[in-house]
T-cell receptor
Framework: QKEVEQNSGPLSVPEGAIASLNCTYS??????FFWYRQYSGKSPELIMSIYSNGDKEDGRFTAQLNKASQYVSLLIRDSQPSDSATYLC?????????????FGSGTRLSIRP | EPEVTQTPSHQVTQMGQEVILRCVPI?????FYWYRQILGQKVEFLVSFYNNEISEKSEIFDDQFSVERPDGSNFTLKIRSTKLEDSAMYFC?????????????FGPGTRLTVT
């Protein structure tokens, strides 16, 4: 079982719609969860972090965490063409002395005009 | 806004050669990391570093790899004898602290090509 699983996509969403990205993780002791955006050939850019169950909103982005289901999601409202990228779900590895994070393989999101 | 910087942006080397990848973490950050991403694959943890010593390393980080903080600003990754399979993007990251609620910020990466 993969530690962090994401649907590879591509996920195609019309401009202005809501994009919904999902992630599951295997280690129930994981404590913090991150969404990074990665444009092709570029580095991961942190867009959201979430540590407790429920929703966290930041502008057009909402992260949702359900630890009981080991599930994290990212909603992007009013999707823009500039949101087209690969979205990486990342999980803090518990019991690690220096907060190593484990990445999923990413979901490729395409916003169509 | 403070950011992590990395040099060079692209390094081409021949198999068996030594390479040093350089990073300048965000100035008030204390924890430093190297990750790599082989083309088309996911980002993988290599090593974490704090207080001038390695905190944790992955299976990938074998004896061919080493890290160093030679001065107050730079953080380096050395590969002693490069192999073809070392070709990848190498990302440096830093965080202010080590607890679970400290976020890691990534540099732009160095593309290493081993021929």
């Amino acid at each position: 079982q993969k530690e962090v699983e994401q649907n590879s996509g591509p996920l195609s969403v019309p401009e202005g719609a809501i994009a919904s990205l999902n992630c599951t993780y295997s280690d129930r002791g994981s404590q913090s969860f991150f969404w990074y955006r990665q444009y092709s050939g570029k580095s991961p850019e942190l867009i959201m972090s979430i540590y407790s169950n429920g929703d966290k909103e930041d502008g057009r982005f909402t992260a949702q965490l359900n630890k009981a289901s080991q599930y994290v999601s990212l909603l992007i409202r009013d999707s823009q063409p500039s949101d087209s990228a690969t979205y990486l779900c990342a999980v803090n590895r518990p019991y690690s002395s220096a907060s190593k994070i484990i990445f999923g393989s990413g979901t490729r999101l395409s916003i169509r005009p | 806004e403070p950011e992590v910087t990395q040099t060079p942006s692209h390094q081409v080397t021949q198999m068996g050669q030594e390479v040093i990848l350089r990073c300048v973490p965000i100035s008030n950050h204390l924890y430093f990391y190297w990750y790599r991403q082989i083309l088309g694959q996911k980002v993988e943890f290599l090593v974490s570093f704090y207080n001038n010593e390695i905190s944790e390393k992955s299976e990938i980080f074998d004896d061919q790899f080493s890290v160093e903080r030679p001065d107050g600003s730079n953080f380096t990754l050395k590969i002693r004898s490069t192999k073809l399979e070392d070709s990848a993007m190498y990302f440096c990251a830093s965080s202010e602290g080590r607890g679970v609620d400290y976020e890691q910020y990534f540099g732009p990466g160095t593309r290493l090509t081993v021929t």
